[in-house]
Each structure stands twice: as structure tokens, then as C-alpha cells.
């Protein structure tokens, strides 16, 4: 790369640099090469770092203020709210923070199956992305199990019941992960140790995440390697950096207008009441990012096999770019594949909306049929039609359907051969 | 000959110091991870004494018995009679209501399903018995698992009366 031979202009930047050479990293983020037609949906990342930034800070500060433990965790929680000054803020921002995450998480995974961002040679990418989801899935769940409300309670206990399907040492497991016969205090405190660690583990994966993505770059809405830097490309600062904050902004509109104007409705009613270990509320649900899983999960009629189902659900997606065997990234250019993406769009819709119901009648037969497809999606559907699709003529730069001919002379004539 | 032996020697050197530097790291990790089994407090609860004296027939409680609702309940001759009834073939987790309540009239059991958790409620679902709200799992008037996701029946924990009137649960 062309960043390698730099070299800062003033003395103490060189001295600097020459021992530790984060100047010359500075100058790579700034002039790395961008495809230049990167639309909206490209603009995520960027966003998620954002959340993340935002979920440690809010995050810090309201641990500040936060008592782990059981008898004090709801009233510590209600303190916050009501005496810490700035503190409901701080803790709407936080928890409103965790589901903007993962609004933000989703569109950013979507937008990867449709413009076939997973596939070689980004599959690494991909599989730290989804390491991450993963993370994400469990930061958000114990960290909603610290307000120590009944649904917090409720639902550390449904979802670390899911070991104990594991046959033989289950018991042993789940004993082991409550640190006692139920969950409890000791459960309570270990969720908060395990909430703090996860988001660095993240900004970790993040970090390789961004190496990973730096090695081949960016994918693009038509799919094609590009050479870099060419016409097809600009450098990411100022170009991407300014698109990325005007998205940013437009997200924040939206963030604040659950902060601001309905903190609560992404969250349970249930869980402003105090834990209480006799009585199960009538109507247990996890947040609304969870519920496409809690519905396969419901959606078989077997202990065991509902949570292999659920795992499994979660499997298919890390070892996706082994499943689609079709060589053109882009749904642009794959006619059918495109239809299939938005069914598959709208059946996880579907399973989320099933996930909120109660699971019986019809409900439950549609979360079977919606559990089927997806599976089908992914195991079937996109290994055949890999084969079977007859795709568009993939343009040879991104240039090349405005202007005529390629940008890249050398590599339009690679294609040709 | 010399040459063969030397690398016997090196390889029994190897496999001992893999095998001492494993044992090691294993020895040095196990009280990493078992400082999250239940530790010496949560292990001191280990049984409660109940007055079951107020209780009429049909009636039923739920104490707290290690971080577990347990269910203790005085059953009516209907009750009892529905349980003794069953073939035991129609059973998911086939086991007679003799063996689970020593006493017919008291039944006592963990109030947690053996699904996912959740604390079943009495007197619902299908079967008259127990009916957890989470995920629909029906238990009858034994609290053994009739229908839905539960794969066996109510856990009966180790108790004893102790008089007519107390039980000793664990």
C-alpha cells in the first residue's frame, strides 16, 4: 500500500513515529481506498461503533451507581432514576442504547446477505461479525438481568434452563452457572462481572473486524473486485467519513426519540416489578432482538431439540459462506436469489412476531412453518441455487455501465479471459 | 542404533513435560471455574421445615426451599383417584402416583418446571393438575407431564414428615 513509505512532516510526528507508528496508521484509515459507489446501507458500521462507544460510556457511569446484589440491585436501579442526577438519561440512553445496537446489527447483517459481502474472501470478516452478534446476544441478556425486575429474573431463568437439555451434565451445568440451586445472588453478581467484560471483548473483535475488512476492502452494491486506488475508488476520509456522520445524525434523531419520548417501550412492564422466585409472570418474552431464536426455540415440541434448533439457527449463519455457492456477490445480479432474500426477510419478520405470541393454535403452527423455511433458506435453497441461477452480467467496473469500457484496464481484461 | 535410541529418550523427555505442564495448567484452572459452584452458604440450605397444619384439602402452598419453590399440596379423593386412574402407557415419563406421594394425600414437589423453570400454576391446563405459562406444558393432578415441552414429570425433592403436622423438605 502506498501508506507504507509515509512520512509525517514535523520532527517530533517522525521521531514519534519511527518508535511506534500510529501516524502512519492514521494516514492509512484516511486514504483507504473506498469504493466509491458504497450506498446508505454501507453507512452501519460506522453507526455500530458509535453504539458501542456508547453502550461502554453509559455503560461505566452507571455502574458507578449500580449495586449488585439481589436485595439491592431493583432499588439501586429505582435510585438511579430518581436521585442520581442525569441518571434516568444515563440509563435510558443505555438500555434504548442496547436495542438501537441491534436495530443497527441487523440492518448491517442484512445488508451483507443481500449484497453477498460474506463470501471469499471476506468469509473471516464474517465470522468475527457474527462472534460478535453472538457476544452482543449475551451482553444484552445479562445485562437485563441486573435490574433484577421479574422479567429479569424470569428470563435468566428460561434461558440458563436451556443447559440443562444437555444430556448427562446439564444439571452440573446450570447448578454451576447460578452458583446455586437457583438463580440467585450469586448469579446476580457473576452477570455483572461477565456485562462489564463482554463489551471489551467486543471493541477487540471489532478491532479485528476492521484488520480483516482492510486486507481485501470494502465490498460494494455491485459485487466486483476493484483495484485500489483506481477510478472506482475514493479515499475513505473525507468521502465516507462525512456520508457516515450524516447517517449517523439520522440515527441519532431516531435513538433520541426513544430516549426521549418512549424509554419504555422496547422494554416490559413486568420488570419495573421487584424479582420474585414464587411466581412466574403470566407472559414471558426477551427483548424483542432475541425473539426470531426464542420462537424456533418454542417451535419444537422437544426440550432438547428446541435448543439444538435455536443453536443451529444461529450455526447456519457462521457457516453461510459455505452454503451460498454462487460466485456473484451482489443480489443485483441474481434475479431469484433476490426474491428468496426478501422471504427470507420477511420470514424472520414473521418469527419475530411469533417469538411476542403466546405459543399455541395457529401461532404456533406459523412459527413451525416460518422455523422450516428458514432452515430450508439456508441449507437448501442457497447451496442449489448457486448452481441452478442464471445471473446478469456482472459490469466489469463501476464505471463501466455509465461510461462504457473499465476503469481498470488490466482487470477488465482478467475478467474477459 | 544409538541414533533410534537418543530420539526415545527426547520423546519420552517431551511427552513427560506435556503431561506434568498439563496436569499443571489443569490443576491451576480448576479453582478458577469451580469458585462458581454453589458455594459453602448456598450448600448450608440444604433442608426447611414446614407447619402444614393450615392446609385444607385441596388445598396448596409454595415455600421457598433452596431458591426453589416448592409446592406442597393436600389433595381431594377426586384428585387423588384421577392420578391413580392412568394408564400408565398415555405417560410421557411413565411412573406411578404411588411412588410419588408416600402419602396420597400430600403431594410435594419442586414448583419448577422441568422445561425451562418457570413455576407452573395449579389447577389449570388439561389435565387439572399444573399448567406452565411460559412454553404450555400440562401436568395433572400428580404433576406428571401430560402434554408440551417438558420432557419429564415435577421433580419430587427428598423430604419426610416429620410429624403429623411438619415436613421436612431436603
Redesign the interface.
Same mark, same amino acid.
Given at each position: 500500500m502506498s501508506d507504507n513509505s509515509y512520512t509525517p512532516d514535523s520532527k517530533i510526528g517522525k521521531w514519534f513515529n519511527d518508535r511506534l507508528p500510529l501516524l502512519t496508521l492514521s494516514k492509512h484509515l484516511q486514504d483507504y481506498p473506498t469504493p466509491k459507489n458504497l450506498n446508505y446501507w454501507w453507512t452501519f458500521g460506522g453507526i455500530l461503533t458509535f453504539c458501542l462507544i456508547t453502550q461502554i460510556v453509559t455503560g461505566l457511569i452507571l455502574a458507578m451507581h449500580y449495586v449488585a446484589h439481589a436485595d439491592m440491585a431493583f432499588e439501586s436501579v429505582e435510585h438511579i432514576m430518581r436521585n442520581v442526577n442525569y441518571g434516568w438519561l444515563i440509563r435510558y440512553v443505555h438500555a434504548n442504547g442496547a436495542s438501537m445496537f441491534f436495530l443497527a446489527v441487523y440492518i448491517h447483517i442484512f445488508r451483507s446477505l443481500y449484497y453477498g459481502s460474506y463470501k471469499s474472501p471476506r468469509e473471516i470478516i464474517w465470522i468475527l461479525g457474527m462472534i460478535i452478534y453472538l457476544l452482543m446476544m449475551m451482553a444484552a441478556f445479562m445485562g437485563y438481568v441486573l435490574p433484577w425486575g421479574q422479567m429479569s429474573f +424470569?428470563g435468566a %431463568? $428460561?434461558i %440458563?434452563? *436451556?443447559f440443562?437439555a444437555i444430556p448427562l451434565f446439564g444439571e452440573s451445568i446450570t %447448578?454451576? *452457572? +447460578?452458583?446455586?440451586? !437457583? $438463580?440467585?445472588n =450469586?448469579t446476580l453478581t457473576?452477570f455483572f462481572s461477565l456485562h462489564y467484560l463482554i463489551p471489551f471483548l467486543i471493541l477487540g473483535l471489532v478491532v479485528l473486524h476492521i484488520w480483516a475488512l482492510h486486507v481485501p476492502g470494502n465490498n460494494n452494491p455491485i459485487g466486483i473486485d476493484l483495484k485500489k486506488p483506481s477510478k472506482d475508488t475514493v479515499p475513505f476520509h473525507p468521502y465516507i467519513v462525512i456520508k457516515d456522520l450524516f447517517a449517523l445524525l439520522i440515527f441519532l434523531i431516531i435513538f433520541a426519540f426513544f430516549v426521549f419520548y418512549s424509554p419504555n417501550i422496547l422494554g416490559h412492564a413486568d420488570n419495573y416489578i421487584e424479582a420474585d =422466585?414464587? $411466581? %412466574? =409472570? !403470566?407472559?414471558?418474552v426477551p427483548e424483542w432482538y432475541l425473539l426470531p431464536f426464542y420462537a424456533i426455540l418454542?417451535a $419444537? =415440541?422437544?426440550? *432438547?431439540l428446541?435448543v439444538i434448533a435455536m443453536f443451529a439457527a444461529l450455526f447456519v449463519l457462521i457457516i453461510l459462506p459455505w452454503l451460498d455457492t454462487s460466485k456473484v456477490r451482489s443480489a443485483i445480479f441474481r434475479p431469484l436469489y433476490k426474491q428468496f432474500y426478501w422471504f427470507l426477510v420477511a420470514d424472520v419478520l414473521i418469527l419475530g412476531y411469533m417469538g411476542a405470541m403466546? !405459543?399455541?393454535g395457529w401461532y404456533l403452527l406459523v412459527a413451525r412453518v416460518a422455523t422450516a423455511y428458514y432452515f430450508i433458506h439456508f441449507l437448501i435453497i442457497l447451496p442449489v441455487l448457486g448452481q441452478k441461477e442464471k445471473t446478469l452480467d456482472v459490469p466489469q467496473s463501476i464505471t463501466e455501465p455509465v461510461l462504457g469500457g473499465s476503469a481498470n484496464q488490466s482487470l477488465a481484461k482478467e475478467q474477459k479471459k | 542404533m544409538s541414533d533410534q535410541k537418543k530420539t526415545k529418550r527426547r520423546d519420552f523427555i517431551f511427552t513427560a513435560s506435556y503431561t506434568l505442564g498439563a496436569v499443571g495448567v489443569g490443576a491451576t484452572v480448576w479453582p478458577l471455574i469451580d469458585q462458581m459452584n454453589p458455594d459453602a452458604s448456598e450448600r448450608a440450605l440444604a433442608s426447611t421445615e414446614v407447619d402444614i397444619s393450615g392446609i385444607e384439602r385441596g388445598q396448596s402452598i409454595t415455600v421457598l426451599w433452596r431458591g426453589k419453590p416448592v409446592f406442597i399440596k393436600r389433595r381431594t379423593e377426586e384428585e387423588i383417584n384421577k392420578a391413580r386412574q392412568v394408564n400408565l402407557k398415555e405417560l410421557p415419563d411413565p411412573e406411578k402416583d404411588e411412588d410419588r406421594a408416600k402419602n396420597p394425600e400430600w403431594l410435594v414437589m419442586l414448583g419448577m418446571c422441568t422445561h425451562l423453570g418457570c413455576v407452573p400454576l395449579g389447577n389449570k391446563g388439561e389435565y387439572d393438575g399444573w399448567f406452565c405459562p411460559c412454553h404450555g406444558s400440562h401436568y395433572d393432578t400428580s404433576g406428571r407431564i401430560r402434554k408440551g415441552p417438558a420432557p419429564t414429570n415435577l421433580e419430587i425433592p427428598k423430604y419426610e414428615f416429620i410429624s403429623n403436622s411438619t415436613i421436612k423438605i431436603g
Open positions: +424470569w %431463568t $428460561v %440458563t434452563n *436451556l440443562s %447448578t454451576w *452457572l +447460578w452458583g446455586g440451586y !437457583a $438463580v440467585g =450469586p457473576r =422466585p414464587m $411466581v %412466574t =409472570p !403470566a407472559h414471558i418454542r $419444537v =415440541p422437544d426440550k *432438547l428446541g403466546p !405459543a399455541e | -
